[in-house]
């Protein structure tokens, strides 16, 4: 996908744009709001605040999938609902490594990979690296068609969700 520079341009400085671009004179004044400007864009840059197009893309897919693993599971079908909120769980681990400079020797790591990873470079505790590991049972027990529980993919759900929330 790629947006025109006009399209990026607004993007990137929307929240300046009165601060930069505009009737500004060329004045001493002027100049110090369009450096206040710049130095507020790189903080936060480098306080990874400014959210990319990815990122907005990926909440949206996020957003959806759960919402059908939640209908699906609701009409009563657990294996599909599981293996939504699977797939989810999996992105997210994914991105997360991704993100913290993690690189996997085997072009197609597991979900335990990503969650054996993030714990070991500790990302989080064992008792969050123990309920991820649950989760992701249930979510390979739905994927491969194996026999789950309602509760269990409630919890995978809710499980899902919670991660989301706290890894942004």
């Not at 997360?96 to 990302?123: A, W």
Request: glycine letters at 6%; proline letters at 2%; a positive charge.
């Amino acid at each position: 996908m790629s947006f025109s520079p006009r399209v990026t341009a607004w993007c990137i400085s929307g929240p300046w744009s009165n601060s930069i671009g505009g009737t500004n004179l060329n004045t001493f004044a002027s100049t110090k709001v369009v450096l206040g400007a710049l130095k507020s864009i790189k903080e936060t840059i480098d306080n990874g605040y400014l959210l990319k197009i990815e990122d907005l893309v990926f909440a949206e897919a996020f957003s959806n999938l759960l919402e059908q693993a939640e209908y699906l599971f609701k009409s009563g079908y657990l294996l599909a609902s599981g293996v939504l909120g699977r797939a989810v769980l999996e992105e997210k681990l994914r991105n997360l490594c991704k993100s913290k400079g993690i690189v996997f020797s085997k072009s197609n790591p597991t979900l335990t990979d990503f969650n054996t990873e993030l714990y070991k470079l500790k990302y989080y505790d064992k008792i969050e690296f123990k309920s991820i590991d649950y989760l992701i049972s249930v979510g390979n027990n739905a994927a491969h068609n194996l026999p789950i529980q309602e509760s269990d993919v409630k919890k995978l759900l809710e499980g899902v969700v919670e991660v989301l929330k706290k890894h942004k």
